[in-house]
Nanobody, 124 residues
């Protein structure tokens, strides 16, 4: 079992930055592909970004590419999402995910572990 705890959400204005963190309770953190999904009110869950086991490879949804940066620190069992140039359409609950298989990265139905979510609200 892997427990994931997100933090860092909040209310910001358009153009501001925010950094989300995800702390994982596992001794084998580096064996998991880590990612972020988000869900806005009335919308389906949307994949945001993924980082491979040791951080060598990162992947981004088109809507956030160039603005968001995913990273991880395996020594601290923690993953991050740096969000810059935030837009009102980025408003959502952001979920941290963990899965051992890279090919599952954007398929929410196949992800093994989810955090409880953290709210990000961007005002215009």
């Amino acid at each position: 079992q892997v427990q994931l705890i997100e933090s860092g959400g909040g209310l910001v204005q358009a153009g501001d930055s925010l950094r989300l963190s995800c702390a994982a309770s596992t001794r084998t953190f580096s064996s998991y592909v880590m990612g972020w999904f988000r869900q806005a009110p009335g919308k389906e869950c949307e994949w945001v970004a993924t980082i491979s086991w040791r951080g060598r490879n990162t992947y981004y949804a088109g809507s956030v590419k160039g603005r968001f940066t995913i990273s991880r620190d395996n020594a601290k069992n923690t993953m991050y999402l740096q969000m810059n140039s935030l837009k009102p359409e980025d408003t959502a609950v952001y979920y941290c995910t963990a899965d051992p298989i890279l090919s599952n990265y954007d398929r929410s139905e196949r992800i093994d572990y989810w955090g409880q979510g953290t709210q990000v609200t961007v005002s215009s």
